[in-house]
Structures are given as structure tokens and as C-alpha cells.
């Protein structure tokens, strides 16, 4: 079996085109989406990040806002600037580099931003929107990889289905949402014996672990469908965490890297934001 390929680009370039008409109705009514993204120091990947963004927003007619932050500032004027921002009425959507450098720490940014403007669903009241099976605001990634499985027209409901990594921004929410939508949900870590006793059963296969190569050809059951969400530089160039090339011999359908759930993510992005923006001027 070769598997078909799953096109993030042309699933992110359909998001963006929904996010084009609600921008223009925004407009309409004088009131222009911006969105502030908070950086720390100097990080070349967060930069050019920013700048990705940014370029696929500014054509909307979505304003990024950078907000620049030195490297030596304290955990109370990072908490300040979030907390402004929070505040200040022409911005619609917050987003905070991660990783924040080591010295700040892990930093709990969830009950300084304000829920209406978290287009990545890290506050808690977003968070306990989503295990409440309430409308929210819920992390891009997590929705991301939704997003694909609804373009391919596969429906996790009755399946089997692994999430492999439950961090909170990436595997932890995609599991909720997968529970939401009716899938049998097993959720692997660092700690789970045997990986591919679980995944070589799985109809859904869904990683966001941060490990090349960790899903091998051999823990796929022929027909799976496979999204990966990782992003590992390497020599060669940015690689995900399953064995493509093997994958695309036993899956049914498999997302590359890059090229996959990257540029809907951005796309998903931008449409939180958006989301952010009609509810604060409904
Ligand atoms: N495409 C995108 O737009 C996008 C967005 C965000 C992240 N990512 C990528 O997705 C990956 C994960 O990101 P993250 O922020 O969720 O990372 P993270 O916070 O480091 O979490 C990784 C998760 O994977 C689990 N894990 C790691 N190694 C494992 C192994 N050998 N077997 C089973 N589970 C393992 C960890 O288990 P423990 O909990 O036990 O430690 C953890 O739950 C990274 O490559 C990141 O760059 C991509």
C-alpha cells in the first residue's frame, strides 16, 4: 500500500480563506484583529516564527504586533507586559513564546491572560472549557491535527486511536478533543511500556512527541492513518517523529514534515484569533 499523502498546505490555504471572509466582515464593522506576540531575548526560530505569522496574517488584514522583551527582564515585567496586554483594548489575541529562557522558568502565564484574547488555549478557564465539552479557545496544534482528519474526511468516531506525547499544549488536548469526538482514546509518554503494542493496533495514530524516527513502519497496522506533528531539526532539515518513508508504505494516509500539520496550525492560529476578535466586539 502507498499511502495517500496528507497536503497541510492546501488545508491550511482553505482555513486562511475562512479566516479571509470573517476578517472582512470584522472590517466592516472598524474593527481590525491584532494580535500581540510576546517575545523573550534574542531566539532566531521565534523571530522567524513571528515572521511566518506574520506574513500570512498581514495579507488577511490581521495586524501582528511583536512585542520585543530583553533577555535579562524579570518573571514580574514579564508578567506585567502580559498582563497589559491583557488589558489594552486594540489587542484581540496574546500569544507568549515558548520556550521561555531557562531562567524565567516555566512561567504561568494561565490566569494573567485575559481567556477572550488566549488564542492558544493556555488558561485554565479555556482548559476547563475543553474537558467540559464547552465552547472555547483551544490550543492550534491540538485543533490542527483535528483539522486534518476533517479534510480527509476521517472520522475518529468508534476508532482506535493513539496520542502519543500529553503535553498541554500539543498531546493532552488532542486528547480531549478526540474524546469529544467519540474515539477510543489511549494517550502514550515516556513512561508507556511497549509503544508499539498500543499503536500496532490503533486505526488513528496521532505524535507529538519530539522524538525522530520514533514511530517505525513496524508498529503501524496496515491502513492507519498517521498525523505528525514533529518538528525536529536535524542535519538534513526539519523531520517529524514517525518514519515517513516507512509509514507511507503501511498507512493508509500520513502527514510529511514539513509540509503537514505546521502550516495548519498557523492557519488555525490566525483563526482563534479571529474567534478572539468576534467575541470581544460581539
Ligand atoms: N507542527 C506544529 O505546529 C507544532 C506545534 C507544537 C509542537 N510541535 C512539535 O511537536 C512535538 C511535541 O511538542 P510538545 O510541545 O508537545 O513537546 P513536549 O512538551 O516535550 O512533550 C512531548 C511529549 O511526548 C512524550 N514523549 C517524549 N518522548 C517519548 C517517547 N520516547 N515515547 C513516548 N512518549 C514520548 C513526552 O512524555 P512525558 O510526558 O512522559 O515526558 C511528552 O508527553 C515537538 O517536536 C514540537 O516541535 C509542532
Same mark, same amino acid.
Given at each position: 500500500? @502507498?499511502?495517500?499523502?496528507?497536503?497541510?498546505?492546501?488545508?491550511?490555504?482553505?482555513?486562511?480563506?475562512?479566516?479571509?471572509?470573517?476578517?472582512?466582515?470584522?472590517?466592516?464593522?472598524?474593527?481590525?484583529?491584532?494580535?500581540?506576540?510576546?517575545?523573550?531575548?534574542?531566539?532566531?526560530?521565534?523571530?522567524?516564527? =513571528?515572521?511566518?505569522?506574520?506574513?500570512?496574517?498581514?495579507?488577511?488584514?490581521?495586524? $501582528?504586533?511583536?512585542?520585543?522583551?530583553?533577555?535579562?527582564?524579570?518573571?514580574?515585567?514579564?508578567?506585567?507586559?502580559?498582563?497589559?496586554?491583557?488589558?489594552?483594548?486594540?489587542?484581540?489575541?496574546?500569544?507568549?513564546?515558548? %520556550?521561555?529562557?531557562?531562567?524565567?522558568?516555566?512561567?504561568?502565564?494561565?490566569?494573567?491572560?485575559?481567556?477572550? *484574547?488566549?488564542?492558544?488555549?493556555?488558561?485554565?478557564?479555556?482548559?476547563?472549557?475543553?474537558? $467540559?465539552?464547552?465552547?472555547?479557545?483551544?490550543?492550534?496544534?491540538?485543533?490542527?491535527?483535528?483539522?486534518?482528519?476533517?479534510?480527509?474526511?476521517?472520522?475518529?468516531?468508534? *476508532?482506535?486511536?493513539?496520542?502519543?506525547?500529553?503535553?498541554?499544549?500539543?498531546?493532552?488536548?488532542?486528547?480531549? $478533543? $478526540?474524546?469529544?469526538?467519540?474515539? @477510543?482514546?489511549?494517550?502514550?509518554?515516556?513512561?508507556?511500556?511497549?509503544?508499539?503494542?498500543?499503536?500496532?493496533? =490503533?486505526?488513528?495514530?496521532?505524535?507529538?512527541?519530539?522524538?525522530?524516527?520514533?514511530?517505525?513502519?513496524?508498529?503501524? *497496522?496496515?491502513?492507519?492513518?498517521?498525523?505528525?506533528?514533529?518538528?525536529? %531539526? @536535524?542535519?538534513?532539515?526539519?523531520?517529524?517523529?514517525?518514519?515517513?518513508?516507512?509509514?507511507?508504505?503501511?498507512?493508509?494516509?500520513?502527514?510529511?514534515?514539513?509540509?503537514?500539520?505546521?502550516?495548519?496550525?498557523?492557519?488555525?492560529?490566525?483563526?482563534?484569533?479571529?474567534?478572539?476578535?468576534?467575541?470581544?466586539?460581539?
Amino acid at each position: 500500500m @502507498t499511502a495517500t499523502i496528507i497536503d497541510g498546505r492546501t488545508v491550511a490555504a482553505r482555513v486562511l480563506e475562512s479566516v479571509r471572509a470573517r476578517v472582512a466582515v470584522l472590517h466592516a464593522r472598524d474593527v481590525r484583529p491584532a494580535l500581540a506576540f510576546v517575545l523573550v531575548g534574542e531566539s532566531a526560530p521565534a523571530r522567524l516564527y =513571528a515572521r511566518r505569522i506574520e506574513r500570512q496574517a498581514q495579507p488577511l488584514g490581521i495586524e $501582528l504586533r511583536p512585542v520585543q522583551l530583553p533577555a535579562d527582564l524579570t518573571r514580574e515585567q514579564l508578567d506585567q507586559t502580559v498582563w497589559d496586554l491583557s488589558q489594552d483594548e486594540s489587542v484581540d489575541g496574546i500569544l507568549v513564546q515558548m %520556550p521561555l529562557p531557562e531562567r524565567i522558568g516555566d512561567a504561568d502565564l494561565s490566569e494573567l491572560i485575559d481567556p477572550r *484574547k488566549d488564542v492558544d488555549g493556555i488558561t485554565i478557564q479555556n482548559a476547563g472549557r475543553l474537558y $467540559l465539552e464547552m465552547p472555547g479557545q483551544f490550543p492550534s496544534t491540538a485543533l490542527a491535527m483535528i483539522e486534518l482528519l476533517d479534510a480527509y474526511d476521517v472520522d475518529p468516531r468508534g *476508532k482506535d486511536v493513539v496520542v502519543v506525547g500529553r503535553s498541554k499544549v500539543v498531546g493532552h488536548p488532542l486528547a480531549e $478533543l $478526540l474524546i469529544r469526538r467519540d474515539a @477510543t482514546v489511549t494517550v502514550a509518554h515516556r513512561r508507556t511500556r511497549d509503544l508499539g503494542r498500543h499503536t500496532r493496533h =490503533a486505526d488513528i495514530v496521532l505524535v507529538a512527541a519530539g522524538q525522530p524516527n520514533l514511530i517505525t513502519g513496524d508498529m503501524l *497496522k496496515p491502513g492507519v492513518v498517521v498525523i505528525d506533528a514533529g518538528m525536529n %531539526p @536535524t542535519a538534513e532539515g526539519v523531520v517529524g517523529d514517525v518514519d515517513f518513508e516507512a509509514a507511507r508504505q503501511v498507512a493508509c494516509a500520513v502527514t510529511p514534515v514539513p509540509g503537514g500539520v505546521g502550516p495548519v496550525t498557523n492557519a488555525v492560529l490566525l483563526r482563534n484569533l479571529v474567534q478572539s476578535a468576534e467575541w470581544r466586539h460581539a
